[in-house]
């Protein structure tokens, strides 16, 4: 069974640095990574999709990468904004059609 | 283009009586899924409908939760007998195809809240 982690599971950082957001998973027999972000009270948005074939992706101030043979990826926010204020989860596909989700990092940036 | 929609946004039940709620997935997405999101856990798996495939119920967790998903689009989720162990939110996602390939896409969820 696919087990996520997330680390560390709350953190603080000044507006204006960078954040460093760690994911593991202890199958390395993946097919894709996916990072989300979530508000309080609302649904997942998607912020990056990572193939088992690739080993970043970026968008923006987002940058995620992939090492799956030692079970991780990293998200990083670069010169963090009050708006990046959010759960961010992860979550791996590993061929049985369904996502394994890590319990989230809670980000808050402070003005 | 319209995104995954859920309704109601929240529900309120007293224990025992059954639930139903509704996704519409993103028009021409084949694949759909619903996750239950408990506080203090993580997200977990429930179903898995693809195009006219048997769909995947390995994640339902009593026999009280069923699902179904009419004309390969709208799907709806429902609880019997509800439990308060069952507040939760429920979310669904669809993608164009499986899992492995595709990204899911989530709806805003329903908060389902028992007495």
């Known amino acids: 069974k696919q087990e996520v982690t997330q680390i560390p599971a709350a953190l603080s950082v000044p507006e204006g640095e960078n954040l460093v957001l760690n994911c593991s998973f202890t199958?390395?027999?993946?097919?894709?990574l996916q990072w989300f972000r979530q508000d309080p009270g609302k649904g997942l948005t998607s912020l990056l999709l990572?193939?088992?074939?690739?080993r970043e992706q970026t968008s923006g101030r987002l940058n995620a990468s992939l090492d799956k043979s030692s079970g991780r990826s990293t998200l990083y926010i670069a010169a963090s904004q009050p708006g990046d204020s959010a759960t961010y989860l992860c979550?791996?596909?590993?061929?049985?059609?369904?996502?394994?989700f890590g319990k989230g990092n809670q980000v808050v940036v402070i003005p | 283009g319209a995104g995954v929609s859920q309704s109601p946004s929240n529900k309120v039940t007293e224990k025992g009586k059954d639930v139903e709620l509704r996704c519409d997935p993103i028009?021409?997405?084949?694949?759909l899924y619903w996750y239950r999101q408990s506080l203090g856990q993580g997200l977990e798996f429930l179903i898995y409908?693809?195009?006219?495939?048997?769909?995947?119920k390995s994640g339902l967790p009593s026999d009280r939760f069923s699902a179904e998903r009419t004309g390969g689009s709208v799907s709806t989720l429902t609880i019997q007998r509800t439990q308060q162990e069952d507040s939760a939110v429920y979310l669904c996602?669809?993608?164009?195809?499986?899992?492995?390939?595709?990204?899911?896409?989530f709806g805003p969820g329903t908060r389902l809240t028992v007495t």
């Open positions: 028009s021409g997405h084949t694949a």
């Open positions: 990572i193939q088992s074939s690739q």
């Open positions: 979550a791996v596909s590993s061929g049985n059609n369904r996502l394994a």
């Open positions: 199958d390395s027999a993946i097919y894709n």
């Open positions: 409908f693809q195009g006219n495939s048997a769909p995947d």
């Open positions: 996602a669809s993608s164009l195809g499986i899992a492995r390939s595709y990204e899911q896409y």
